[in-house]
């Protein structure tokens, strides 16, 4: 299986601030990379595919990049809505994997 | 908008057989590869598998040999049985439809969950 291991686990930000959250994988996955916001007690919301694209609906403060095995999530100027658990995943193969999350807090 | 919802009992006894169904609606089942994600309590998310309106099924290995998927399409629902439950087999259950018909790779719409204890 394919490893994701992200970091960190958690950050605590303040609203305004820039985030950015790592996943590495643990072989060259291309660009096959989703990430997820999950707030507590709900379902997981996609918010990019294809390590960079973001999904219709979701702001432009949030955007990926990377390519091989490192990824990077990136939340600029932080909103109240957007204290929540990251997750990335890869898709390259099966069975799909899952990063172990990153909780973003208030600081 | 398409919605699922999960169904099933919220409370299942070692040794047996957790059986949950997710229905489809506002949407056809057909084309589409429809999986199971499940998310112990307090930790991440862990991939169960999907499977397609036309039967095909892919497991996780960590799984495989507990694990049943199939479709109704008749009743817009598909299904998941995991046999020889244990305690770690305790979470929330979601049902989840991928981004694009025919590539179950990016999960877009999410079920609510069902919270699956395992316990006598």
């Known amino acids: 299986d394919i490893q994701m291991t992200q970091s960190p686990s958690s950050v605590s930000a303040s609203v305004g601030d820039s985030v950015t959250v790592t996943c590495q994988a643990s072989q060259d996955i291309g660009t096959w990379v989703a990430w997820y916001q999950q707030r507590p007690g709900n379902a997981p919301k996609i918010l990019i595919y294809a390590a960079s694209t973001l999904q219709t609906g979701v702001p432009s403060r949030f955007s990926g990049s990377g390519s091989g095995t490192a990824f990077t999530l990136t939340i600029s100027s932080l909103q109240p809505e957007d204290f929540a658990t990251y997750y990335c995943q890869q898709a390259f193969a099966f069975p799909l994997t899952l990063g172990g999350g990153t909780q973003v807090e208030i600081k | 908008q398409e919605t699922l919802q999960e169904s099933g009992p919220g409370l299942v006894k070692p040794s047996e057989t957790l059986s949950l169904t997710c229905t489809v609606s506002?949407?056809?089942?057909?084309?589409?590869?429809w999986s199971w994600i499940r998310q112990p309590p307090g930790k991440g998310l862990e991939w169960i598998g999907y499977?397609?309106?036309?039967?095909?099924?892919d497991y996780n290995p960590s799984l495989k040999s507990r694990v049943t998927m199939s479709v109704d399409t008749a009743k817009n629902q598909f299904s998941l049985k995991l046999s020889s439950v244990t305690a770690a087999d305790t979470a929330v259950y979601y049902c989840?439809?991928?981004?694009?018909?025919?590539?179950?790779?990016?999960?877009?719409?999410w079920g609510k969950g069902t919270t699956v204890t395992v316990s006598s």
């Open positions: 989840a439809r991928p981004l694009w018909s025919g590539a179950p790779y990016y999960m877009d719409v």
């Open positions: 506002s949407g056809s089942i057909s084309n589409f590869y």
């Open positions: 499977v397609h309106h036309s039967g095909t099924t």
